[in-house]
Structures are given as structure tokens and as C-alpha cells.
């Protein structure tokens, strides 16, 4: 073998090794690339209770309630499926029903979300790319949102 056949061998299984640690790592990263997973996600997938995930959509209008010591309880929906949501702590100030909000936690062997983060829109007219998408896509945008991408108008 030449020094120039040595030297292009080398180059190849250096390649070949960074090709084969990319797809691994893409591989064991390929649920954790998702944002978040809308509850219609949750219901198809069939997620195993304990697993970390983030749950988007809006806050169902009359789910809210609060209980002692900061305890909340919502539900988070996308127009087809909804999911209960459970939080111990404070909400962010623009929490509120009818709004977008992305929730991190696990889910509990009887289905409800044990939130222990929420997060909530910034702005009146703001929505999470990934909440505006999914609600597109089940068919529950309102063209109001669309409209008001320029925020308000002081006098």
C-alpha cells in the first residue's frame, strides 16, 4: 500500500467513525428535538408515564381552578384532545384561559400532567410557532392572530 493509499484510508475511516457517532447521536436525541407535543401528540404516542416531556396548546376556556398553597389545576387542548394539568407554584402574570402556554413535566399513571414549569405567552398577539402550527393544523387558527402581528397602536 502506498503512502497516498494510507493516507486516503485514513481520511475514510475517520469519516466513516463521525458518520456513525452523528446518527447515534441523532438517533438517542430524536424525541427530545420536538419543542413540545401537543395533547393530540401525547394521546397518539402513547407516552409512558414518568417520561419528560413539554406539553403545548391553549389553556381550555373554564378549566381553571386554584386550591391551597399555589396548587392549579387546567387543562391544556388542542380542539381534539385535552389534558389535565396539574401546578404547585406561581403562574407566570400573562397566564390566563384561552391562551398559549408550553408546560414541562411528566405525566402520572392516571393521564394527568404534573407540570413543574409553565410557561406562558410574552404579548397579546404573541403564540409559539410550534402552538400557532399544531392548531393550523387540527383547524382551530383564528385569522385574528394573523392580523394583529404588528401589536398595538398607542395614541
Do not use: C
Not at 410550534?130 to 393544523?137: R, Y
Amino acid at each position: 500500500m502506498t503512502r497516498k493509499q494510507r493516507r486516503l484510508a485514513m481520511i475514510a475511516g475517520g469519516l466513516s467513525v463521525l458518520a456513525v457517532a452523528v446518527l447515534l447521536v441523532l438517533f438517542a436525541m430524536k424525541d427530545s428535538i420536538v419543542f413540545f407535543n401537543s395533547p393530540t401528540d401525547v394521546v397518539e404516542k402513547h407516552i409512558a408515564p414518568g417520561a419528560r416531556i413539554r406539553l403545548g396548546g391553549l389553556v381550555a376556556p373554564g378549566s381553571l381552578s386554584r386550591g391551597e398553597a399555589l396548587s392549579v389545576r387546567f387543562e391544556v387542548t388542542d380542539g381534539n384532545h385535552a389534558i389535565a394539568v396539574t401546578y404547585q407554584g406561581l403562574l407566570p402574570d400573562l397566564f390566563r384561559e384561552g391562551q398559549g402556554v408550553v408546560a414541562e413535566g411528566t405525566l402520572d399513571g392516571a393521564g394527568v400532567f404534573k407540570a413543574d414549569n409553565v410557561l406562558a405567552k410574552h404579548d397579546e398577539t404573541y403564540m409559539p410557532k410550534e402552538v400557532a402550527d399544531a392548531l393550523k393544523k387540527q383547524g382551530h387558527w383564528k385569522d385574528e392572530y394573523e392580523s394583529k402581528k404588528s401589536g398595538p397602536v398607542l395614541p
